[in-house]
């Protein structure tokens, strides 16, 4: 049922995706219409509101709008145009038939199924920018509790008892890390949020921070209290505008409202928090670089010890947490430890956010309880490889992860197993891979993301990395040598082992999963001078195989260049000196009848 | 204190050092490339990789600070590997410039693929060609063989805090550069070069030059100004190839300035004479050294016995050695038997702080010099203390210097203006109440002041002396010019000065000339001809019956002597200086240019004039060590002189203007030189040479005068003209010219401070 009363309240997707979509242009057609005349007669008086909201997670089908009648559940609409708004208003709103043609089916609701929409629960239903409809909904009720009945060190027993494990990657006791940092001598302490996302494919951060930006502020502030700092800084990407704007209404509003600056909620307890934005470097999503960054020097990493715990911002103690980890925190504050202890798995607790992106049918924004296997999230929330392909690996974190083959599909989602099994938790970013996805090119992907990123400060990453990716490059263009893999595996090791930052100790690893699990697939470049996917343009030979071909036709429509020729019930036939090898005719072919 | 255990070796040390520090003290070597002992480690190399037990990652060592029990693993197979890979990755990237590289033989690059056995590389190599920059004067910066070490990018931030180089653009396309890749334009004072450890930054007056296995290293002391700062002359064949430094020698830390890197070539000069010169009419005849004897001998003895003892005068130059000092003195006084000693030093301020006592201070007073100029070195370890107190300097000068960079506080402005503030701070610091009395405060709470003045100018003395008064525990450095400036008035060169110190009384020089009582000079290195102080007086000199001139060069003032001896430069000769810090520092021969020192000059005159004086330095300092008290218990290798510090009755001496023209001049400097040695280096004298006169942008807009303009100074019936510089620092109505190089002495001779008129010249 719908918990509103007595307005009529239409809620639009406007996170990055949805405004992309065309939200802003629905959100003016529903609110025209609204206006328009004789309107309010077909809705009988009732009181109408059009809200914006934050990411509701199934980004590939928007704009989403969810209709919202009193007394009813509420209805989501899928792939909404200004041009079908005059007929949801009338036909729903106004005589409350839904518009069965364009609501949201089955697979929309199943991708919701196995979910845990527990951090993300009020993002898409709150405006983002309205700070009393975050407060309606629970908000700031947490740091309420936290200061006026909680000690500083109860409150970190407490998120150490919750078992809290950072979600930017790394995985670390968060109520821990706290503690090293409350423990450091001196007055002036800071508290960063690291809101830099650089993975490629990752946007649980940005999606919160856009859909639900007080809940951060207000997460921030419970570490605040806990740890002792007084100064806070979230250090976001600049490549996140939507965000950046969403967070500096935020921070004003709120500061306006009390909740930050001097005497918070009229008590001695002070936090002041500062947006600085990034400059277009992944590395400074590394704690030291970032700090680096806010200090106004270049981005580079630097030692540690000393740890930022102990001296970090300006050379004082400093506590650097992510989004997301900062999102949890007002929930196990109000829920309690135990509440959130019973979510996940014993040493993985709560739950996580990922991005599904890749071959999958539902990509999108999820949040799952710990401990669901990775084949539940790509098979019952992702629905699935699209166009009837079969799935072949699975990225998980980014450009620093591994892959995981078919085999390891049950491997339970939690820092720990994931490790075990040579890929890593990341900050949630999941790439879907079918069989069209050529492996080394996957890695050579990847490598040459951290190799443009590398800071250039340490020899291992800097130059390593590079040299690395020369050898992929001559891997995918038909230049392999024998011996290539057993160099690449070899200057992997040390580059993992002697890199100065996460960046560099990273890097060699989508490299070494996929040589570990896909090595036949390595040979076949090297040896055969072929590329089994048909990924890699200069190993293809771009003829059609008379066996398997299906003679429907759809490369002939496809190709960009009219290089092919196709007549109805032949075979098509690829002219080599027109081909430009843009591979449209192989991506398009439903039966892999390109060589 | 802390143990560690290094590869096995158990080793005490305090708790706050890094492993590597450890590890040096317990003998064991761990391999570096990025790390420098001035520098804050940096752990960009990853070269010094070590184990450390129970710890899964592995540790820079020069990063990673010690802790009690650690057991520490500096080599071992895994440890072999990476490091073998690094240097490969290097390598790849890496020209194979070894056979045409100044660098090879004393590369580190070199030197670790040697150590660690590197003997292949697996990858393909990728050398880039980019071309050579030569629009640094000093330095050639080969880009391509630069490893990102940073330590070049690390000097001129934390040590010289001028920031003109650092890393550019990211990954493989890091680039060391200035900024925005304008050209260099720095203080060319070679740090970044001598911290290269390839062939990346090198040194143009060395380039191409010789091999380091072909030289000759000595170490002695430079004597380019008063710093004494300890140099490594390279030689072979008695040239000198190349000037360099090292951190654990002397008191500079390896900190040297652009004259000591790059003005050496004046020692080798070609323009330097052999032989000594008579003059005969108008033209000067070469003679041999016994003959120049003679002649000096004969002269000296027939003037004093024509004229009396006291027809003899000396002018010393602060540049020769303790020892030859005390033996001109002696000359002059036991075997001429004249006082009539003079120099451009002055007694009048003494040394009392060190190096030492700047690092440890936390509140420096510059008053009125341009320190980096003047005194590169004491400047440096101004900037190294101002920036790790972040604050803690206050600088009064007329216009902005470099110090600006890291001064809390910076007073600037018109000279008479500056002068009434420096006089309200030192009232306030002896107590009144006035606009100066937050930063009187200061140095009064301050545990450890500092004050560096100028001892050339009395008034600035008498500041100096009336802070030391109020705030006995302030230290005073006197910021001196030449090499041994204390040192010969210490041994009784000075006007007025007799060896230790001891006081007589003599009339000026300009008395004794205008009353025509001297007939006869010896000018022991001393350029008066281009030195203000002198200006009066030249003439006449030039007009007495002999002038004797020794100097290495064949100088403006031996242009005008009856009798000239060349002689040689502190690179040919032992002795000793003292330098700002009143430290007595030995200098050894390192190369013989065929001319004799000073002392054998004076030891062979006397002897002729029936005077046994040694010139044997060795005899010699064991003679000062006995007559001179002072230097009685000094250890002549770097011990320090103890200088009675007695302020007594100060008579309140102002600086004063001359003149009353519509602009206020005061002495500035020309970059990089000092205008003795450096006025013959051609490398140096390639940069600057020529005098210009600073004005302010809106002056220069005023008078319609751009860049490189003809203007002339006009004062008390002296017209001169020079070259315009604009410096956009210059307050509106002052007006500056170098008081440390040739060309303005006539205008200077005026005063201290001047009221000066520009006059636009067409030309």
């Known amino acids: ?595 | 204190m802390v143990t560690v255990k290094i590869d096995g070796i158990e080793v005490q040390v305090e708790s706050n050092v890094t492993i590597l520090e450890a590890a040096e003290k317990a003998g064991v070597h761990i391999p570096i490339l990025c790390h420098d002992k001035i520098l804050k480690p940096f752990g960009a190399c990853r070269v010094c990789l070590v184990e450390v037990k129970n710890n899964p990652k592995l540790m820079t060592a020069c990063t990673t600070p010690v802790a009690d029990g650690m057991e520490i693993t500096t080599t071992n197979e895994k440890l072999a590997k990476i490091r073998k890979t690094l240097i490969e990755l290097l390598l790849i990237n890496h020209p194979l410039d070894c056979p045409v590289c100044d660098k090879g033989g004393e590369c580190t690059l070199q030197d670790l693929t040697y150590e660690f056995g590197v003997s292949q590389i697996r990858f393909d190599p990728k050398p880039n060609d980019t071309p050579v920059d030569h629009t640094n004067p000093f330095i050639e910066r080969d880009i391509d063989r630069c490893v990102l070490c940073g330590r070049c990018v690390r000097i001129c931030d934390e040590v010289v805090n001028i920031q003109a180089i650092s890393f550019q653009n990211r990954g493989t396309d890091t680039v060391i550069g200035t900024a925005f890749n304008q050209p260099w334009n720095c203080e060319f004072c070679g740090q970044c070069m001598s911290v290269c450890p390839v062939g990346s930054l090198n040194n143009r007056v060395y380039l191409f030059k010789n091999r380091p296995w072909n030289l000759e290293k000595t170490e002695t002391v430079c004597g380019f100004c008063s710093c004494g700062c300890t140099i490594l002359v390279d030689h072979e064949d008695n040239e000198v190839y190349r000037i360099k430094e090292e951190y654990d020698l002397g008191v500079n830390k390896g900190l040297l300035c652009v004259k000591g890197r790059f003005g050496f070539e004046s020692f080798n000069s070609v323009k330097r004479e052999k032989n000594p010169k008579i003059k005969t009419g108008e033209e000067y005849k070469i003679i041999s050294n016994e003959e120049a004897y003679k002649v000096a001998a004969d002269k000296l003895t027939e003037i004093k016995n024509k004229y009396g003892k006291d027809a003899v005068a000396f002018i010393v130059s602060p540049r020769i050695t303790n020892e030859e000092a005390f033996i001109v003195q002696k000359f002059a006084r036991e075997v001429i038997g004249t006082n009539y000693i003079f120099s451009s030093e002055s007694a009048d301020c003494l040394p009392e702080g060190t190096y030492a006592d700047v690092e440890a201070s936390d509140d420096i007073t510059v008053l009125n010099i341009d320190l980096t100029e003047a005194n590169p070195i004491l400047g440096l370890f101004v900037r190294m203390t101002a920036r790790k107190n972040e604050g803690g300097l206050r600088v009064f000068y007329p216009k902005y210097t470099a110090l600006k960079r890291v001064a809390s506080e910076f007073y600037t402005g018109k000279p008479s203006e500056l002068i009434s503030l420096m006089e309200s701070f030192v009232k306030a610091i002896e107590g009144e109440n006035n606009g100066c009395s937050e930063a009187a405060a200061k140095v009064r709470n301050a545990q450890k002041p500092v004050i560096i003045f100028n001892p050339y100018s009395k008034g600035d003395v008498t500041l100096a002396k009336r802070i030391k008064k109020a705030v006995p525990a302030a230290k005073l450095i006197p910021a001196k010019l030449k090499n041994n400036s204390q040192g010969i008035v210490d041994m009784g060169c000075s006007a007025g000065v007799l060896p230790g110190l001891k006081k007589t009384e003599i009339p000026s020089l300009e008395e004794l000339v205008a009353k025509d009582k001297i007939k006869g000079f010896v000018i022991i290195g001393e350029n008066i001809a281009v030195n203000p102080s002198y200006y009066r007086v030249v003439d006449s000199i030039q007009k007495s019956e002999f002038v004797l001139v020794t100097d290495p060069y064949f100088t403006e003032t031996a242009k005008i002597s009856t009798l000239y001896i060349p002689v040689a430069s502190f690179v040919e000769k032992n002795g000793s200086f003292t330098n700002l810090e009143g430290r007595v520092q030995r200098i050894q021969k390192a190369v013989d240019k065929q001319v004799v020192s000073d002392a054998k000059v004076i030891k062979e005159i006397a002897l002729l004039m029936g005077a046994s004086l040694p010139d044997d330095v060795g005899a010699i300092e064991n003679m000062i060590k006995q007559e001179v008290e002072l230097y009685k218990d000094v250890d002549f290798n770097g011990g320090l002189v103890r200088y009675p510090y007695i302020i007594d009755d100060l008579v309140n001496t102002v600086s004063s203007f001359v003149g009353n023209g519509k602009y206020e001049l005061f002495k500035g400097s020309l970059r990089f030189h000092s205008g003795t040695y450096t006025s013959w280096s051609p490398d140096l004298t390639k940069v600057y040479n020529d005098i210009m006169l600073e004005i302010s942008e809106e002056d220069s807009k005023e008078l319609n005068v751009n860049e490189n303009d003809m203007l002339a100074v006009e004062i008390d019936g002296i017209l001169k003209k020079f070259k315009v510089s604009i410096d956009k620092y210059m307050p509106k109505g002052v007006v500056s010219l170098p008081a440390n190089y040739k060309g303005a002495e006539a205008v200077f001779s005026k005063g201290e401070y001047l009221r000066v008129n520009l006059v636009k010249h067409e030309r």
Request: glycine share 10%; charged share 25%; hydrophobic share 35%.
């Open chain 1, 1 to 595: 049922m719908s918990t509103l009363n007595d307005i009529i309240e239409v809620h639009i997707c406007m996170g990055t995706a949805g405004v992309a979509s065309g939200g802003h242009e629905v959100m003016e057609a529903f609110e025209q219409e609204f206006k328009k005349e004789g309107v309010p007669v077909v809705l009988k008086e009732r009181n109408c509101k059009v809200k914006a909201t934050g990411c509701r997670g199934l980004c590939a089908r928007d704009v989403l709008v969810d209709i919202h009648l009193p007394g009813m559940e509420p209805i989501t609409y899928e792939h909404v145009t200004p041009e079908m708004v005059p007929t949801i208003v009338q036909e729903h709103i106004g005589n409350g038939q839904v518009v069965e043609k364009w609501a949201a089916k089955k697979d929309y609701y199943d991708f919701y199924k196995l979910q845990k929409r527990y951090v993300l629960k009020n993002c898409g239903k709150v405006d983002p920018e309205d700070i009393d409809d975050y407060i309606a909904h629970g908000g700031y009720e947490a740091i309420k509790k936290v200061i006026r009945e909680m000690t500083p060190e109860q409150v970190i027993e407490e998120v150490k008892k919750s078992g809290l494990r950072g979600r930017g990657g790394g995985g670390f006791p968060t109520g821990v890390k706290w503690g090293f940092c409350r423990a450091s001598k001196g007055d002036l302490k800071y508290l960063i949020c690291n809101a830099d996302e650089g993975d490629p494919g990752a946007f649980m951060d940005r999606s919160v921070i856009e859909g639900n930006p007080h809940v951060v502020i207000e997460g921030m502030l419970i570490a605040a209290y806990a740890i002792g700092c007084k100064e806070g800084y979230i250090y976001c990407r600049a490549e996140y505008p939507l965000a950046i704007k969403r967070v500096k209404k935020a921070i004003k509003i709120a500061e306006e409202r009390g909740f930050l600056g001097k005497n918070i909620l009229g008590t001695n307890f002070e936090f002041h928090l500062h947006l600085k934005e990034g400059a277009g470097a992944f590395v400074c999503g590394e704690e030291t670089a970032l700090i680096a960054s806010i200090e106004g020097e270049r981005g580079m990493p630097r030692s540690r010890p000393p740890f930022p715990a102990v001296r970090g911002l300006w050379g004082k103690p400093t506590n650097v947490n992510n989004v997301e980890t900062f999102a949890n925190l007002p929930l196990i504050i109000l829920d309690g430890a135990d509440f959130y202890a019973s979510m996940g798995t014993e040493k993985s607790k709560g739950t996580k956010i990922f991005a599904l992106s890749g071959k999958v049918k539902s990509t999108g924004l999820v949040e799952v309880p710990m401990g669901i296997t990775v084949r539940q999230l790509i098979f019952d929330v992702g629905g699935g490889i699209p166009k009837k392909r079969k799935f072949k690996a699975v990225q998980l974190g980014g450009p620093s992860g591994g892959c995981l083959p078919e085999s390891l599909l049950d491997t339970p989602i939690d820092y720990d197993s994931l490790i075990a099994a040579g890929a890593m938790m990341g900050s949630g970013g999941v790439v879907v891979m079918d069989e069209t996805n050529c492996m080394v090119n996957v890695a050579q992907f990847f490598l040459t993301f951290t190799q443009r990123e590398s800071c250039g400060k340490c020899i291992p990453c800097r130059i390593g990395t590079k040299t690395m990716l020369d050898v992929l490059n001559r891997i995918t263009s038909g230049q392999g040598r024998e011996g290539d893999i057993e160099n690449l595996l070899d200057l992997a090791q040390d580059i993992k082992t002697a890199s100065l930052c996460g960046l560099g100790q990273t890097a060699p690893n989508p490299v070494i999963t996929t040589i570990r699990y896909f090595r036949h697939e390595y040979e076949a470049h090297i040896r055969d001078k072929k590329c089994p996917a048909r990924e890699c343009a200069p190993l293809i030979e771009f003829v059609v195989a008379d066996d398997r071909c299906k003679k429907c036709g759809i490369c002939f429509k496809a190709c960009p260049v009219g290089a092919i020729t196709w007549e109805k019930g032949k075979v098509a036939y690829i002219d080599k000196s027109k081909c430009v090898k843009c591979r449209e005719c192989i991506v398009n072919c439903p039966f892999n009848a390109i060589d």
